[in-house]
């Protein structure tokens, strides 16, 4: 149990209301929303390896482009989704390891989003007008 009250400490407190909210909705705010703000570096670093590994230049492309080529990598390359998945769940305590495994589907579907849009607001500036 002491692994688990460890990775409680290190991750950052969010101010969200996760009253009166849907089961993963709770969990994507008590779990994985601070998860991914502590791992953020990390991500953002993993990401960056992989943009260069593929010869992939963000800067060149538009926003919609650069948003759908994000979402191609996070959705359809496996490596690099299971990379930046397992950057998240591997901080996960025992209990919560539990409950992601019993909604697997969604809760992998709402990390991918999460992963996505938080990519997206890291390497995307919007275009100014």
């Given at each position: 149990?002491?692994?688990d009250q460890?990775?409680?400490?290190l991750?950052p407190?969010?101010e969200?209301n996760s009253?009166?909210?849907?089961?993963?909705e709770?969990f994507?705010?008590?779990s994985?929303r601070?998860?991914l703000?502590?791992q953020?570096h990390?991500?953002?670093?993993i990401f960056?390896h992989y943009?260069e590994?593929?010869?992939?230049?963000?800067?060149?492309?538009?926003?919609?482009?650069?948003r759908v080529?994000i979402?191609n990598a996070?959705?359809?390359?496996l490596?690099?989704r299971?990379?930046?998945?397992?950057?998240?769940?591997?901080h996960?305590?025992?209990?919560e390891y539990t409950?992601?495994?019993?909604n697997r589907?969604?809760?992998?579907?709402?990390?991918?989003g999460?992963l996505?849009?938080?990519l997206?607001?890291?390497?995307i500036?919007?275009?100014i007008?």
């Amino acid at each position: 149990m002491q692994r688990d009250q460890q990775l409680l400490q290190l991750r950052p407190v969010l101010e969200l209301n996760s009253e009166k909210t849907l089961e993963e909705e709770y969990f994507a705010n008590t779990s994985l929303r601070p998860i991914l703000k502590l791992q953020h570096h990390l991500l953002i670093a993993i990401f960056t390896h992989y943009l260069e590994e593929k010869s992939i230049a963000l800067s060149s492309m538009n926003a919609f482009k650069q948003r759908v080529t994000i979402e191609n990598a996070i959705k359809k390359d496996l490596p690099i989704r299971h990379t930046l998945m397992g950057c998240i769940i591997g901080h996960f305590t025992e209990q919560e390891y539990t409950i992601f495994l019993s909604n697997r589907i969604a809760l992998q579907k709402r990390l991918t989003g999460l992963l996505i849009q938080r990519l997206t607001d890291t390497f995307i500036k919007p275009d100014i007008i």
